[in-house]
T-cell receptor, first 113, second 113 residues
Framework: KQEVTQIPAALSVPEGENLVLNCSFT??????LQWFRQDPGKGLTSLLL?????REQTSGRLNASLDKSSGRSTLYIAASQPGDSATYLC????????????FGSGTQLTVLP | SQTIHQWPATLVQPVGSPLSLECTVE??????LYWYRQAAGRGLQLLFY??????ISSEVPQNLSASRPQDRQFILSSKKLLLSDSGFYLC????????????FGNGTRLTVT
């Protein structure tokens, strides 16, 4: 059974800093890994999806990497802004069925102005 | 473009009352549809999954049921709510296939009193 862990649970950084959020998974037979953002009281917004054949994906100031051999994914946020403050969740699919998506518990990011 | 609508945004219901949460998707055909629950301080739990009209898979035994009367409509129901049903309910959709991202609605905050 796939298990997804995100450490730390909370992170606070000053504005402008580059930062990395970590996600680890136990089953290396992963189909893809998706990063989401969740603002308080809101649904999840999809940020990036990395397929198992890819090593990274980029969107604007965000870059997500996937290392299946080590069971890790990272989300890199460049030049952080207060508007980046949110909870970031990663989720992995370890089989051919999308119903097997397993979520981490998230990292709550606060970017201080 | 595809959009997902979920309502109501918030709901306060007494124990023993019925529940009906609705979710609709626009701009796509034959999507996979999902109901998740996010309890306070916990990760997302998949409740139900549907690959087509009338096809519902239940992931956990519980007091809830789901129906898909139309291709892009997904309904979460209960005949009698329990206190433990309180939580944040999220509807999501994806294009069939393990390599397609999951897209979420804005969620319904349910409080059972």
């Amino acid at each position: 059974k796939q298990e997804v862990t995100q450490i730390p649970a909370a992170l606070s950084v000053p504005e402008g800093e580059n930062l990395v959020l970590n996600c680890s998974f136990t089953d290396s037979a992963i189909y893809n890994l998706q990063w989401f953002r969740q603002d308080p009281g809101k649904g999840l917004t999809s940020l990036l999806l990395i397929q198992s054949s890819q090593r990274e994906q980029t969107s604007g100031r965000l870059n997500a990497s996937l290392d299946k051999s080590s069971g890790r994914s990272t989300l890199y946020i460049a030049a952080s802004q207060p508007g980046d403050s949110a909870t970031y969740l990663c989720a992995g699919i370890s089989s051919g069925s999308a119903r097997q998506l397993t979520f981490g518990s998230g990292t709550q990011l606060t970017v201080l102005p | 473009s595809q959009t997902i609508h979920q309502w109501p945004a918030t709901l306060v219901q007494p124990v023993g009352s019925p529940l009906s949460l609705e979710c609709t998707v626009e701009g796509t055909s034959n999507p996979n549809l999902y109901w998740y629950r996010q309890a306070a301080g916990r990760g997302l739990q998949l409740l139900f999954y549907s690959v087509g009209i009338g096809q519902i898979s239940s992931e956990v035994p519980q007091n809830l049921s789901a129906s898909r009367p139309q291709d892009r409509q997904f309904i979460l129901s209960s005949k009698k709510l329990l206190l433990s049903d309180s939580g944040f309910y999220l509807c999501a959709w994806s294009v069939p296939g393990a390599n397609s991202p999951l897209h979420f609605g804005n969620g319904t905050r349910l409080t059972v009193t």
